[in-house]
């Protein structure tokens, strides 16, 4: 038997998840606040990211400008959770 890692945040893979089968990419579709004025981006999976700009640990200064923002649309982003959901299919028990 193997011994599962798990992330309690994370849940079992779901097919939102699975990757296209033409291998686009995961894309930023959209952009919004939260209830604390963070930025979030939507993006073509289903889930959504936070976009923070919050130096030294997060840099990410274009999040603060609208017009950098739209330019970012359907720009590719690494989904931390679908890579945490596939990461967790390397643990199934054999």
């Known amino acids: 038997m193997q011994k599962r890692n798990e992330w309690a945040s994370l849940t079992k893979a779901a097919h939102d998840c699975d990757p296209n089968p033409d291998k686009r990419a995961v894309r930023i579709v959209d952009?919004?606040?939260?209830?604390?004025?963070?930025w979030v981006a939507v993006l073509s999976c289903?889930?959504?990211?936070?976009?923070?700009?919050?130096?030294p640990w997060q840099n990410?200064?274009?999040?603060?400008?609208?017009?950098?923002?739209?330019?970012r649309l359907g720009s590719p982003f690494g989904c931390g959770?679908?890579?945490?959901e596939r990461s967790h299919d390397?643990?199934?028990?054999?």
């Open 31 to 38: 952009f919004r606040q939260d209830e604390h004025g963070d």
């Open 46 to 55: 289903g889930h959504t990211q936070h976009v923070r700009h919050r130096p």
């Open 81 to 84: 959770w679908c890579a945490g």
């Open 60 to 71: 990410r200064p274009w999040v603060l400008d609208p017009e950098q923002r739209q330019a």
């Open 90 to 94: 390397e643990f199934k028990e054999i």
